[in-house]
């Protein structure tokens, strides 16, 4: 038998006595928790993850939305049948709708069997009916007016309708569709109809307006492949569209929560990390004699270190598997609980967590696990004569560059972006080197005071200072865990204040398209009537950017290729104003003085300047109705896109435009006392467009609250995973405790003030940690606000009491469970058999 | 008859660094033990006489002076050179016995074997057991043990490997006076039987007076 072999045969026959002596079951416990939220959350993030992405895409009714002026050809189906893509097609044109005498404007969309690819059409029975999702498109030779269409021309479900030559029967009343748009492009009333239809319309001929789109969706990897594959092959008239670039009210909520979430999975890394740091350790104190003594009697540094590696993966292998199946088991427990709440199916759970969950307690291991355990290699045989002989302190490098290694890969893995995970590496290395300096100061304090207080708490504090170095581990691992969990609670109150401020509970739920400029004030004269109030109105015409600096738009390279392109040289829709609304903040140059009124000025919205490359003063040509405007940049305007109000990306002082031909949209707090007031409205005002913006609003609220509930669940995990960690920095210093409890006793101290003794040291290093905690945590969540997550910081001063209080209680009551078996051990027992 | 020398220090000196300054622990040990020799090393608290044998065992290397074992120079060697030397020729007893808790008494005297490599570990150590007294106890733990029976099984661990020094440090310290005995007349008859160099470590005059020689330590140096 190889010496290596006998030192793997002993690490698997002490495997039994060193599970029930605590060690081990303590690091399994912590691995397996560690795991086990890792992989909870992992496997929560990449539902909720997915299903966001589902939700997203189902603005765009696809995962990608190919739009052209002309006819798409079909070598893209060709294409996306190839790779397993389900596609439809779907075209929009505006047309008059007829019925007897009445005719109505209408956008009318024309789509195949398959449409929506992603998100519902919702259709009623009656005009301004109730919703219900819709089954399938609308067959041939039928239609899906919108209420709009159905006032206008006073017709009812059943009756028949004209769109251009084809007489289609109205079977139901179109509601919503995913892809009806969040901005104000798409904003005249609606019809659905089959395509097959379409050539009985006649309305395609030389010169229609038509806008094309072909709609693909599918697999994420395989919707991904194509969608760089249609970069290359797509015509340039061709747009390709995704979340990013079509709805950024969408994008931005979307993008703000996978952040907030990759940031929650990386604090439950982190307290990963903590509980195998502080185990590992303990376990190394304990193997220390059993190294010196298998040294002494010929054993290698090899084999003392191979006695250890087998029982250590042995734990992780089993912790590992148990622990992936507890965050699979988990996951559902806690979507159970949010089940519900989530309006839409989560897709299936996917395999990564699992792999996941396997390298991070690979990489926790050999960054945490690892460095203390070549100590054990390093332990001087001298031991087994003196014991006061350890193996040399772990040098710098060992102790720190493996950890933060670790953590940089699983932050890499996790968050997938460089910028954070090395954010967050400094800051962990910050907070824990400061942690430590301030974690000695408040040790050495305690000690002064040991003097000055009762036996108990004299008991308590010198147990805090003659441990000092393990104090101060304790200390900065509970600290660590604890700064986390109040992280995240004040991000998450950050976070949601800040959700609430974007989508508040007043924000308007009418729009108003179309108001010819005389009608203005008879229009918001018959609103106010019905109790509706207008929250802002703006006038609106649509021009085209034409040069940047004299330079032709189409000749322009931009800074943000794609989108700079489609924001540049798209027909825009413009605005004038005096005002600047409130979810518009100047961040370059000055708003329109009153002096400005006429002068040919602008004000970009910052996405435009930074896609387009724009800086103050650049001149900007636009045509307007024939007319060519120069005006020169006054000022960037950064725009809260999901404010929900109208919003432009292009505004100009007042007096320059009014000459041209334009309408006024508006906005309004609007509950119509009666269906028919909307009707008698469309009557009144015929060429006003109203948008029912509950549907939108309901689509981004359901996106936010999924958002709120995942954090939430995270958060609980988090919470769970903190609270394992206590228990285990408590648990080993579970034998000295024994130990010392036994020794007292039989010196004659009362059960009682043993107890009071351990507890106040407890109370102590809870408090400490908690207040240490609170101050980390403050500073930390400032800076992944404001430089992460791009939201306002507020500071919570009831973070430093919760964190004192909430760490001492923690501590306490997790001590006080750990230690109790311990401290009421008969005093004999322990003495005589350790 | 002329005996072999078998362990061999010359001009040992140890010193450590403290808060005080550098203390020199051993101060210029020179000795020669022949082979089935048994040696005494006496003194008081705080003499030098561990860390004399911690640097004879090669568990401790001197600041200067160089120590031959079974012919070979263990102040030449690295760590791992030594623990393997160890294993093959060197046996340990501790006032602490030192047993590994997680194996049992047959287990604890297989071990310095299988890390040798040896095949026969199981057997040799049965055998072993057998002739300390301890046969019908070779599955129980340390812990069911008694301190008597911990020191037997740690001596038939010592011995199993038939060493070529035996080295003890207080081997009877840890124990009462009969037990102490009974583990002393053992340890002597095993050195006799195996022909084994003995080294110890006491301040048990009775044990050092069975010893062939006793050397005093005072203040880090050898004074007889």
Known sequence: ?834 | MERKIVLEAKELTRKVSSPEGELTIVDGVSLAIGAGESVALVGASGAGKSTVLAMLAGLDLPTSGRIWLDGRELTGMDEDARARLRADRVGFVFQAFHLVPSLTALENVMLPMELTGRSDARQAAHEILQRVGLGAREGHYPRQLSGGEQQRVALARASVTRPAVLFADEPTGNLDTATGASICQLLFDLNREFNTTLVLVTHDTTLAARCDRILTMAAGRLVT
């Open chain 1, 1 to 834: 038998m190889s010496s290596r072999r006998a030192a793997v045969l002993l690490g698997l026959r002490s495997l039994g006595r060193e599970w029930r002596s605590g060690d081990l079951a303590v690091l399994f416990i912590a691995l397996f928790v560690a795991v086990a939220a890792l992989t909870g959350v992992g496997f929560l993030v990449d539902r909720i993850d997915r299903a966001m992405q589902l939700q997203a895409s189902e603005v765009l009714a696809a995962d990608l939305r190919l739009t052209s002026p002309d006819q798409i050809s079909t070598t893209y189906e060709t294409e996306a049948d190839r790779r397993n893509l389900l596609h439809a097609r779907a075209a929009q044109l505006i047309s008059v709708v007829l019925k007897d005498e009445a005719t109505q404007l209408t956008n009318v969309h024309v789509v195949t069997a398959g449409y929506p690819l992603r998100g519902t059409v919702r259709v009623s029975d009656r005009p301004f009916g109730a919703p219900q999702a819709a089954q399938g498109v609308p067959a041939p030779g039928e239609c899906w007016p919108d209420s709009r269409v159905l006032a206008a021309l006073g017709a009812q479900v059943g009756d028949v309708v004209n769109v251009g030559a084809a007489p289609l029967r109205v079977t139901r009343v179109l509601i919503s569709r995913p892809d009806q748009g969040s901005g104000f492009v798409d904003l005249a009333p609606s019809l659905l109809m089959n395509e097959a239809d379409l050539p009985a319309t006649q309305l395609i001929q030389p010169g229609s307006r038509v806008r094309y789109a072909a709609l693909f969706a599918g697999d994420r990897r395989a919707a991904d492949s194509f969608s760089l594959w249609l970069q290359k092959n797509k015509k340039p008239a061709e747009r390709l569209g995704d979340i990013a670039t079509i709805s950024p009210e969408v994008g931005s909520a979307t993008r703000r929560a996978g952040r907030f979430l990759a940031i929650a999975s990386l604090v439950s890394v982190l307290l990963c990390a903590v509980a195998i740091a502080m185990t590992a350790r303990r376990y190394v104190q304990r193997h220390l004699d059993l190294a010196a003594l298998l040294k002494t009697i010929g054993a290698s540094r090899a084999d003392v270190l191979w006695v250890c590696l087998t029982q250590l993966i042995c734990i992780a292998i089993t912790a590992t598997l148990f622990g992936s199946l507890a965050g699979f088991g988990a996951q559902f427990a806690l979507l159970a609980v949010v089940g519900d709440l989530i309006a839409t199916e989560l897709p299936p759970p996917g395999f990564m967590p699992v792999l996941l969950g396997f390298a991070a307690a690979l990489l926790l291991l050999v960054g945490f696990a690892l460095p203390s355990m070549l100590r054990l290699a390093r332990v001087p045989a001298m031991r087994v004569l003196r014991r006061d002989m350890g193996p040399p302190p772990l040098g710098a490098v060992l102790a720190f560059v493996p950890a933060l290694l670790a953590v940089a890969l699983l932050v890499m893995q996790v968050s997938g972006d460089m910028r954070m995970a090395l954010g967050f590496v400094a800051g962990l290395g910050a907070a824990a080197l400061s942690l430590m300096a301030v974690a000695l100061l408040l040790v050495a304090g305690v000690a002064r005071l040991r003097g000055r207080l009762g036996v108990a708490w004299r008991y308590g504090a010198a147990n805090l200072a003659r441990r000092r170095a393990e104090s101060v581990v304790q200390i900065v691992s509970l600290g660590l865990g604890l700064s986390a969990l109040l992280l995240l609670t004040i991000l998450r109150g950050n976070l949601v204040d800040d959700w609430r401020a974007r989508v508040p509970q007043n924000a308007p739920n009418y729009f108003f398209v179309n108001i010819p400029t005389q009608d203005r004030e008879d229009f918001r004269g018959m609103l106010s009537a019905d109790g509706g109030t207008l929250s802002r109105m703006l006038p609106m015409i649509r021009g085209r950017m034409t040069q940047i600096n004299g330079e032709p738009v189409a000749a322009r390279r931009f800074v943000d290729g794609r989108r700079g392109e489609g924001l540049a040289g798209r027909e825009q829709n413009l605005t004038w104003s005096a005002e600047i609304g409130p979810d518009n903040r100047i961040t370059e140059g000055h708003w329109f003085t009153a002096e400005e009124a006429g002068q040919p000025l602008v004000s970009v919205a910052t996405d435009m300047q930074e896609s387009i490359g724009l800086k103050l003063g650049d001149k900007l040509t636009f045509d307007i109705a024939g007319e060519t405007f120069e005006t020169t940049i006054s000022s960037f305007r950064e725009v809260q896109w999901d404010s929900l109000q109208p919003n432009f990306f292009l505004m100009f002082p007042p007096g320059l435009l009014e000459g041209a031909a334009g309408t006024w949209m508006a906005s309004a707090q609007y509950r119509p006392t009666d269906p028919g007031t909307i009707a008698s409205l469309v009557r009144r005002f015929p060429s006003v467009s109203i948008f029912d913006m509950d549907d939108l609003l309901g689509q981004v609220r359901s996106i936010i609250d999924k958002a709120v509930l995942a954090v939430q669940g995270v958060f609980i995990f988090t919470l769970l995973a903190g609270i394992v960690v206590l228990l285990a920095a408590v648990q080993v210093t579970r034998d000295e405790r024994r130990y010392e409890s036994a020794m007292l006793r039989t010196l004659g101290a009362q059960r009682r003030t043993v107890v009071a003794g351990v507890m106040l040291e407890f109370l102590l290093i809870g408090s400490l940690a908690g207040i240490m905690a609170s101050a980390a945590a403050s500073i930390g969540s400032y800076f992944v606000s404001t430089r992460l997550l791009e939201i306002p910081f507020r500071p919570d001063p009831l973070i430093w009491i919760g964190g004192a209080l909430g760490g001492a209680l923690l501590v306490c009551i997790a001590g006080y469970i750990a230690t109790r078996s311990a401290l009421l051990q008969p005093p004999m027992s322990t003495l005589r058999y350790g």
